[in-house]
């Protein structure tokens, strides 16, 4: 499974970003799905994760303001990021995890400016 992150930029706090994910066609409607970031210094925390049955898991800092969401069709796994704060900041890592195994994407970079 290959996974291709794109999406992270600058953007000033209130504003919003859209992150994608493209994924190898292996096992995508029946994997688990999700975005993890790390901030500088920190250890990588799960975002949001989206089950194959569409249960979904958010970070408490992030619920109401991020949106997971996944298109089969394209393979691609989604995270609308609106009301964005300083404490965003992160490089931000799509996942997929099938039958057990994790694979992660190179990560994208989003800063969030106050």
């Known amino acids: 499974v290959q996974l291709q992150a794109s999406g992270g930029g600058l953007v000033r706090a209130g504003g919003s970003l859209t992150l994608s994910c493209a994924a190898s066609?292996?096992?995508?409607?029946?994997?688990?799905l999700g975005w993890y970031r790390q901030a500088p210094g920190e250890t990588r925390e799960m975002v949001a994760l989206?089950?194959?049955?569409?249960?979904?898991n958010y970070a408490d800092s992030v619920k109401g303001r991020f949106t997971i969401s996944r298109d089969n069709a394209k393979t691609t796994v989604y995270l609308q990021m609106n009301n964005l704060k300083p404490e965003d900041t992160a490089v931000y890592y799509c996942?997929?995890?099938?039958?057990?195994?994790?694979?992660w994407g190179q990560g994208t970079l989003v800063t969030v400016s106050s």
């Open positions: 989206l089950d194959r049955g569409g249960s979904i």
């Open positions: 066609r292996t096992g995508f409607s029946i994997s688990t």
């Open positions: 996942n997929s995890r099938l039958w057990s195994t994790d694979y």
